[in-house]
């Protein structure tokens, strides 16, 4: 803030001189007033000018007026009180915005009326490259409040006037706006700049008070965001365990509106031992805590996790409470666990008959609710079928749990399937542990290898399967569940009933559909569309580009008995692609193992269907040339054409791709 104490004489023959000279002496003018009249020179502003002549209007000017809405919401309080200090002294009180257009006036009627003369008006821009040297346009270029009297404007239209201007900065510290007191130059004082410099720090912290209420708000709206968009629910408590903050989440929990649960004692609604055994007492840190979730009358199993809220005022603790139905967090350790079915019938390849037919018995018991109990040798697509079944029946949305009952030692597998409660035994885990059982609820348990279930335990999964409710060990509550059971297993369980091994009563409980996987030697014309699906598979497992088979692999492939059936084709593929050298594969990327096999087989045949195999073989390697075909056979080609004759061998070379 500068005081300016001038002699409007010897400033009207400085501005004189500069504007018909272009230069001034120094001592004359102050500096700042220099650097702008130069600045308007170099800028072509005329310093005859009687009027300002850049202004806005109509459309342009409300958008301009509605960009600084809030600049002008803000000000307009503060001009307001700053005017009633000057009113009837001949001062107007003016909003500007960073490019020096005036927003606001307020002011005695002659001023103002005297003053618009010169298009010192709303709309008009006051900047020094449209207006000259005035308080807007210097506070604007330079940062800082200024004072300019009469003859220090660069333009005629000002010189009647002394106006004192102080830039408006926003939180950030970026110029937004100019605040200016206008008034007739006898009634010059320096204590005009004061007061506008001191009404812009009024409004410079309105607008930080604002900007701290934006960003409460702000905030208040990014909490209520991230609570309504957690899945858990969450509660918020003070220190005596009144609930003060709900998400929607907790409220569908707790089967009741926002509103209505507000106000209340958590303790209506969850387990006493979440918080301390007194009101006073510390709230106690739970983690995946089982509870009751008490609704009216009626109760069901919760996870909570708990929380406290350290700094509130007086030394007080709230607490935050997170809680969860018990069969979403279920759900979540299911998907985490890969407790889900990931094969459907569709995954499921084959196009014999028998094998079709096998298929279609599996899709017309996954429709049911039965047990199922899945009969075949090991390999043959036990656990396919199982996962196929579980996605194509009604509880397809539930987990899918698999257990090997023969993985699983036999001190163990109880724990396991029907889970134990805390110090049950020990090394029990803290808090207990569901069994797979209460994992499936709502889905499907698949029991691999339920043949070697020893016999103690089949009478407790028998009395599961009767009441559909399990008790963990070393616990009395009975837990229901709503589960449909796939059984498997490669022995012959009417033979182990038979011998004592297996409860004739939970063979007839799982065996009301029974389904018989085949084994791959009875669907033999299936090995081609397995070899050709799993070859696929592995070109991009391995980063392999295998596009043919030799018709002689398919011919050992085919004649081969395949006792670890689909399991062992492909394990076999497997090993014939990473031994391949080139883009197929041929005899020598076989397991000797086979090739003798199947040699064997051969040299038990009669001449002629091992002459017509050979022939056959040749026709595919040598893609139907018959010359060729000869030449190896050592025989005449007419010759050839009687043994294809014979042989019935008269049809299209088939190449296969994959």
Known sequence: ?????????????????????????????????????????????????????????????????????????????????????????????????????????????????????????????????????NSIGVALRFNKPIQIFSYEHFCICSHQSTCSAAPIHDTTGRIIGVLDMTGYYERVHSHTLGMVVAAVYGIEKQLESQEAWSRCRLEERYKHAVMESIADGILATDENGIITHINSSAARILQSEPEKILTKDILEFLGPFTFGRTRSEAVKNFTDHEVDIIIGDKKKKGIVSTRPIEGLSGGRRGTVVLINEIHRTRKLVQRMAGAEAKLTFADILGQSESFLATVRLAKTAASGYSNILLLGDSGTGKDVFAQAIHNASNCSNGPFVAINCGAIPRDLISSELFGYTEGAFTGAKRGGNPGKFELADGGTIFLDEIGEMPLELQ????????????????????????????????????????????????????????????????????????????????????????????????????????????????????????????????????????????????????????????????????????????????????????????????????????
């Open 1 to 133: 803030m500068v005081q300016i104490q001038l002699d409007n004489k010897n400033l009207y023959t400085a501005w004189q001189k500069f504007v018909t000279e272009g230069r001034v002496d120094s001592d004359q003018v102050r500096e700042v007033i220099m650097k702008s009249w130069y600045y308007c020179v170099n800028a072509g502003v005329d310093p005859y000018q009687k009027k300002v002549k850049e202004l806005s209007e109509g459309q342009e000017l409300q958008a301009r007026l509605a960009e600084n809405e809030e600049l002008i919401k803000l000000s307009l309080p503060v001009m307001e009180n700053l005017y009633q200090f000057v009113a009837g002294s001949g001062f107007t009180v003016t909003l500007a915005d960073e490019e020096g257009v005036i927003l606001n006036m307020i002011g005695d009627e002659d001023v103002t009326t005297s003053i618009a003369r010169g298009n010192f008006v709303v709309g008009a821009n006051w900047s020094e490259t449209s207006a000259g040297t």
């Open 459 to 658: 009478t407790i999964l028998l009395r599961v399967l009767e009441q559909k409710s399990v008790v963990r060990i070393g616990g009395q509550e009975v837990i229901p569940v709503n589960v449909r059971v796939i059984a498997a297993t490669n022995r012959n369980l009417a033979k182990e009933v038979e011998v004592g091994n297996f409860r004739r009563d939970l063979f007839f409980r799982l065996n009301v559909i029974s389904i018989l996987l085949l084994s791959l030697r009875e669907h033999r014309e299936d090995v081609r569309v397995l070899g050709i699906h799993f070859i696929k598979k592995m070109n991009a497992l391995l980063g392999k580009e295998v596009s043919h088979v030799a018709e002689s692999v398919w011919g050992y492939l085919q004649g081969y008995d395949w006792p670890g059936n689909v399991r062992e084709l492909y394990n076999v593929l497997e090993r014939a692609m990473n031994v391949a050298q080139g883009h197929e594969l041929t005899v020598d990327t076989l397991p000797a193992e086979i090739i003798k096999t199947c040699s064997r087989r051969v040299s038990q045949r009669s001449f002629d269907e091992m002459e017509k195999e050979l022939i056959s073989t040749l026709l595919e390697e040598c893609q139907g040339n018959m010359s060729l075909v000869a030449t190896k056979l050592g025989i005449a080609r007419s010759t050839l054409y009687r043994k294809l004759q014979k042989y019935d061998l008269n049809h299209p070379v088939r190449q296969d791709k994959v």
